[in-house]
């Protein structure tokens, strides 16, 4: 699994309805661990894919189109990371190698 951090400048009060309105193009069972953060300066978001690969395709295809469609503007900073650990309330869920 990788993670990517994606902030988004711009007027904290207007940018989580883009947010919204993208949010809604996305069937909910592709969505695995996703976050959307308040920042002073625009929203911050969280999201994970199975793969390096998985990322690299939605961010050159399925992100740039609907992010542009909804209003969203390029990401100011997108970094990704591969996951080492999950939790989600209190219990671990991410595959560790035996």
Not at 40 to 51: E, H, R
Not at 53 to 66: D, P, S
Not at 72 to 85: K, M, S
């Amino acid at each position: 699994m990788h993670a990517s951090l994606w902030r988004f400048r711009g007027d904290p009060d207007e940018l989580p309805a883009s947010y919204e309105a993208m949010l809604a193009a996305i069937p909910p069972e592709n969505m695995r661990l996703h976050l959307c953060l308040r920042a002073p300066d625009g929203i911050i978001v969280v999201d994970t894919c199975p793969s390096r690969n998985a990322f690299e395709g939605f961010v050159a295809g399925t992100m740039r189109e609907l992010s542009g469609r909804h209003g969203l503007p390029d990401p100011e900073r997108l970094e990704d990371f591969p996951v080492h650990a999950v939790f989600v309330d209190g219990r671990r869920c991410d595959q560790q190698p035996s």
